[in-house]
């Protein structure tokens, strides 16, 4: 489990492509100050394990769903990313419950500036939309933000420039793919209130046929 607070910024400085996944090197400092092989560390709001390490980084392996469900494909050397530890029992909960599992990507349709506040506004599909709620939180790239505003086609956040200055959002462009996790707790409360989908009935192969074959 994760807070969406990034605890650093580190650099991919290889990514090693097989035929359906891949393998991170990321340069690190913060995250490794405790680390053991098998930690989770959020990459750019995906929850990876630390395969390896080292004085100055870690590895992960990125499988085939995970290419396919975040924007971690579009990652090359040289890029930065948003790194976080799993929330310790003792720690603050700053932000809000994130489980490193993206449910997609967005697209960064708009970004403006309004006094000290920047602008982002993220271009969606529906099957992510229908959990984003006006003030409720999401998580863009790891980071744990307040939606301010939301449409049948996209929504907006408003970050400090704090926030844009320690992330990737400093980095981010018009056009850019973004992962996005929606809160946990809104696609559980959907779960448990839909009805059951009834499986239908097996047939029992009795026919017409059939009976008249035996005599009814």
């Given at each position: 489990m994760f807070t969406g607070i990034v605890e650093e910024m580190g650099t991919l400085k290889a990514i090693r492509k097989g035929p359906h996944s891949?393998?991170?090197?990321?340069?690190?400092k913060v995250v490794l100050e405790d680390i053991h092989l098998g930690d989770s560390i959020a990459v750019n709001g995906v929850c990876l394990t630390a395969t390896s390490y080292s004085p100055t980084?870690?590895?992960?392996?990125?499988?085939?769903?995970?290419?396919?469900?975040?924007?971690?494909?579009?990652?090359?050397?040289?890029?930065?990313?948003?790194?976080?530890?799993?929330?310790?029992?003792?720690?603050r909960f700053g932000g809000h419950i994130v489980a490193g599992?993206?449910?997609?990507?967005?697209?960064?349709?708009?970004?403006?500036?309004?006094?000290?506040?920047?602008?982002?506004?993220?271009?969606?599909?529906?099957?992510?939309?229908?959990?984003v709620v006006e003030k409720g939180s999401i998580t863009i790239?790891?980071?744990?933000?307040?939606?301010?505003?939301?449409?049948?086609?996209?929504?907006?956040?408003?970050?400090?420039p704090h926030t844009v200055s320690v992330t990737v959002l400093a980095d981010r462009k018009v056009g850019d793919l973004v992962n996005l996790e929606t809160d946990i707790i809104g696609k559980y409360v959907e779960k448990l209130?839909?009805?059951?989908?009834?499986?239908?009935?097996?047939?029992?192969?009795?026919?017409?046929?059939?009976?008249?074959r035996y005599g009814f």
């Open positions: 891949a393998v991170l090197e990321i340069q690190a980084g870690f590895t992960a392996d990125v499988m085939h769903e995970t290419l396919n469900r975040s924007a971690l494909a579009t990652l090359r050397p040289g890029s930065r990313v948003n790194l976080e530890r799993a929330m310790a029992a003792n720690g599992h993206v449910d997609g990507v967005g697209t960064v349709q708009r970004i403006t500036r309004d006094d000290n506040a920047i602008w982002y506004t993220i271009a969606a599909g529906p099957e992510i939309l229908r959990y790239d790891g980071i744990s933000l307040t939606v301010a505003k939301v449409d049948s086609q996209s929504f907006a956040i408003s970050a400090i209130l839909s009805p059951p989908q009834e499986s239908p009935a097996p047939a029992s192969g009795i026919t017409k046929e059939f009976l008249t």
